[in-house]
């Protein structure tokens, strides 16, 4: 049997799940919904299958892939007023994976103040220790290894708080540049070690951080590998490539709730309707997501009728609450003779780097963004600056919900006391060096100590600019339209260039970290506008589009994922983040699928691996599978007798 069908044959398969986007949460869902035999589900996905590229699975290209259109949408934003009018690329993966198979693999979390602010925002049974499950269950954490336990890579892991068994390895990169290997010291003499494991939801600090990485072969650990292509056979399971969502089909009954029927998707030039009895589910991401409800006729009224669609359901907060992780570096100049990632690029070194990581799975080509730092606002600032984020705070946030959307006052109240509290995230930084092919000429000469304000009070949005569903939506995330977004973003380069300077990095930048890339020579009050300017980029951290919130507090989601008005479409990727999160969003999109999928098997009656009915149960049902042991749970056995099914049909 094929993993993947053609438009026709799935075009004629009636499913009881559709899912629009095959990216990180899309094949989670799939992945799960399949674990009941007789549930059906089809994936429609824009992207190819390309689990077996090298560059999706070798580590440093990482730095090759964006722009890259077999595998990046390569998205730009609108000119950004606060940045002199720069357009900001947004690269999101297109391909069976989403972005998880281009993403940097950091495996960061975010912590438990943010996500117990989901609940505050009116998200009942969305908290720390509700999502905590769905972390370990999606996760394999594998560690560091033995020849890496020396250097002490894992003195801060507590295992207690990590997953065992999960589809997503996670483990500590054996590539390390000497700029990277001298970051956990450096942040130790800055007096930031950090003060536990950061997946507890509370600690801070500078260390070597986990990557989405497979322990010995060192590749890339994502959904396409890990929750797709190991159970893309499935008989249940149906999916298509190459092929992109035109809209939502609702039946013409249009009295109550909207009922969906399946979807219209385009494949080889053709247009084709896929049926759905139960749900259609969209998972396109924060990029995509809120562009089909659009096209479907879910949305701002005036929007939709300004493009000639009729409106379905009139909710103006589709597409807006976008959040993201601004983001800037400061650029120094690495030491003569200092490796860097360059080498690999090196025509006389590139044989020795492919032969390494072929052989054992190390060397250069098996590293990447691996050392960082989660560090509050009063951490990055000297000892005479520490009462500026509270006078910064009450200088440019009042309270006052004047001028804001619905529900926007209610989340910058929470970020604004996450700003002033020493003990949360408001930066997340770190040092590398190289990265990616250089121009010629410039071969080790790009060393940079960087990263992003964590929890930004800037809002954007992203809709349709046409009925076309080829043409990409505006998106406009008004990075640094809030001053506070700035004043923590400068702060932080002040932090990156103290960092470079410090020993044992200092050691590894020319000048002992005095040496910036040209045009910059120094950062202060007068230059930093300057360097932000020339050298912002985002995050790659796109959230809130489609916002799991009330209604009249700018909701586009109730706490079950499904969308208001309708009966049966539910939203599950990273757009329905009603507040942003320190750290990485892979981990945190992971986490957001797994509990979905939860929702979406209770809501179902599925008791024990039996569909009963719809009940609109708890999915706490589903929460004993996210186990803290490394034994294997209920999960694990249901799939030794799904296969053993298989094989003996």
């Known amino acids: 049997m094929t993993s993947i069908t053609t438009p026709e044959a799935f075009a004629s398969t009636n499913f009881d799940f559709l899912i629009a986007g095959g990216g990180t949460a899309g094949l989670v869902l799939a992945n799960r919904l399949t674990e009941i035999p007789t549930v059906s589900v089809g994936v429609i996905e824009a992207g190819e299958d390309l689990t077996n590229d090298t560059k999706v699975l070798t580590p440093l290209y990482m730095f090759d892939m964006p722009g890259d259109l077999k595998y990046d949408w ?181 009295t109550g709730d909207l009922v969906a029927t399946g979807l219209n998707f385009t494949a080889n030039n053709q247009s084709f309707i896929a049926n759905a009895s139960r749900e259609v589910i969209i998972s396109g991401g924060t990029m995509k997501s809120p562009q089909m409800l659009e096209l479907s006729g879910i949305g701002d009224a005036k929007l939709l009728e300004s493009f000639g669609i009729e409106t379905l359901i009139d909710n103006p907060n589709v597409g807006e609450n976008l959040q993201d992780h601004p983001q800037c570096g400061v650029p120094f100049v690495p030491a003569d003779g200092e490796l860097t990632f360059d080498d690999v690029y090196n025509e006389n070194r590139t044989a020795f780097w492919t032969r390494l990581y072929q052989e054992n799975g190390t060397g250069l080509l098996a590293g990447g963004v691996s050392q960082t730092a989660q560090l509050s606002w009063h951490q990055i600032l000297t000892p005479e600056q520490q009462n500026r984020p509270q006078e910064l705070v ?29 003990n949360e995230s408001a930066v997340q930084t770190g040092g590398s060096a190289g990265g990616g092919r250089p121009i010629p000429g410039q071969e080790n000469k790009r060393g940079n100590v960087g990263g992003f304000v964590t929890h930004a009070f800037s809002r954007g949005y992203i809709h349709i600019q046409s009925s076309d569903p080829n043409d990409d939506p505006k998106f406009d995330p008004r990075y640094l339209s809030h001053p506070l977004d700035y004043e923590v973003l400068a702060d932080l380069q002040f932090f990156n260039a103290r960092a470079g300077a410090t020993p044992p990095l200092s050691n590894h930048f020319k000048g002992n970290g005095t040496v910036l890339s040209p045009p910059f ?19 790659w951290h796109v959230v809130g589009s489609v916002p799991m919130m009330p209604r009249d507090q700018g909701g586009v989601l109730d706490p079950r994922l499904m969308v208001y008005g309708t009966k049966n479409v539910r939203v599950i990727d990273a757009s329905i983040v009603p507040l942003h999160v320190r750290g990485n969003t892979v981990s945190l999109t992971y986490a957001i699928a797994e509990k979905g999928a939860d929702i979406v098997k209770a809501d179902m009656g599925i008791m024990n691996g039996t569909v009963t009915g719809p009940t609109g149960g708890s999915s706490q049902a589903f929460t004993g599978a996210a186990t803290k042991s490394r034994s294997a749970n209920w999960l694990m056995l249901m799939v030794m007798v799904w296969m053993a099914a298989v094989v003996l049909v």
Not at 394 to 422: H, M
């Open 74 to 254: 390569n998205f730009s934003s609108e000119p950004q007023e606060a940045l002199e009018g720069l357009r900001v690329l947004q690269n999101r993966g297109k391909m069976l994976g989403g972005s998880s198979g281009i993403n940097f693999m950091q495996f960061t979390f975010a912590s438990r103040v943010d996500l117990d602010d989901w609940e505050v925002l009116g998200n009942t049974g969305w908290n720390y220790d509700s999502m905590a499950p769905y972390y370990r269950k999606f996760e394999n954490f594998q560690g560091a290894r033995p020849e890496q336990e020396s250097v002490g890579l894992n003195s801060f892991v507590n295992e207690n708080v990590h997953g065992y068994g999960g589809p997503i390895n996670a483990s500590f990169s054996p590539g390390y540049t000497p700029v990277q290997a001298a970051w956990p010291e450096t942040m130790a003499n800055m007096g930031l070690a950090p003060n536990g494991d950061p997946r507890d939801g509370v600690s801070l600090g500078g260390y070597t951080n986990p990557m989405v990485m497979t322990r010995g072969t060192s590749q890339r650990s994502f959904a396409g590998n890990s929750y797709w292509k190991p159970f893309a056979t499935r008989p249940n399971l149906h999916t298509i490539t190459g092929a992109l969502v035109n809209n939502i089909i609702f039946s013409s009954d249009r």
């Open 394 to 422: 009450a200088r440019y946030y009042n309270g006052s919900a004047e001028g804001l959307r619905p529900g926007v006052k209610a989340q910058l109240d929470l970020t604004a006391k996450k700003l002033v509290d020493p």
């Open 521 to 539: 020579t120094v950062i202060n009050e007068t230059t930093v506008r300057d360097l932000i300017n020339k050298l912002f980029i985002t995050g």
